[in-house]
């Protein structure tokens, strides 16, 4: 699998946020196929930074009515990464 294609976007939300300030963990939603040693790859190799553990996490799907229509919101996968001490990725130093 690319590494371009187990990332799929960062999270930032205010318990992400903090976890990134007190414990330098950053949190992704993530390829649903893809397993820790991949997304520890994709990390390492997109933003140059060494990680010491990856903890994932399926997100379950959500019932969603517009209307009279009700519909499913998919699932997906998140992943909470720890950085090495010292290490930060830039992409979260200006949010």
């Not at 799929?8 to 893809?34: M, Q």
């Not at 140059?48 to 990856?54: A, I, R």
């Not at 290490?87 to 979260?92: M, V």
Request: hydrophobic share 45%; charged share 30%; net charge positive.
């Amino acid at each position: 699998m690319n590494v371009h294609e187990v990332i799929r976007r960062p999270l930032v939300t205010e318990k992400s946020t903090i976890a990134r300030e007190e414990a330098n963990v950053v949190t992704f939603a993530v390829e649903p196929a893809a397993n820790k040693v991949e997304i520890q790859r994709a990390v390492e190799e997109l933003f140059q930074v060494s990680v010491v553990s990856v903890r994932t996490m399926r997100m379950p799907r959500k019932s969603r009515r517009v209307g009279k229509f009700l519909g499913r919101r998919p699932e997906w996968k998140k992943a909470i990464v720890q950085l090495a001490e010292g290490q930060s990725i830039e992409f979260f130093e200006g949010v």
